[in-house]
């Protein structure tokens, strides 16, 4: 599975960014798939997941403001991040998990979100 992640980007506070993650390869094997963060000097975090059935799960910083969607006909996850402040500055991947097979986990190349004040 490869994920190619888009959207990007710098915002003032208080903004709007929209992230995309494509997904290719075997899809058909796709479980959920979501996106994590990593500021500077941080370690990675989780933002929000996309599960089967629609079901979805987000970390308490961004609850309210983030919105994840999934296009399973397209193979792509969207973030719809709102009111960006500058705590939400980093670099934000998307990620795959799968049902079965040797790698269970999928990371796409990050794409980088700067929220200026």
């Known amino acids: 599975v490869q994920l190619q992640a888009s959207g990007g980007g710098l915002v003032q506070a208080g903004g709007s960014l929209r992230l995309s993650c494509a997904a290719s390869?075997?899809?058909?094997?796709?479980?959920?798939m979501g996106w994590y963060r990593q500021a500077p000097g941080k370690q990675r975090e989780f933002v929000a997941i996309?599960?089967?059935?629609?079901?979805?799960n987000y970390a308490d910083p961004v609850k309210g403001r983030f919105t994840i969607s999934r296009d399973k006909a397209k193979n792509t996850v969207y973030l719809e991040m709102n009111r960006l402040n500058t705590e939400d500055t980093a670099v934000y991947y998307c990620?795959?998990?799968?049902?079965?097979?040797?790698?269970?986990?999928?990371w796409g190349q990050g794409t980088q979100v700067t929220v200026s004040s």
């Open positions: 390869g075997s899809t058909f094997s796709i479980d959920t």
């Open positions: 990620n795959a998990d799968l049902i079965f097979g040797p790698i269970r986990r999928y």
């Open positions: 996309s599960m089967n059935g629609g079901r979805t």
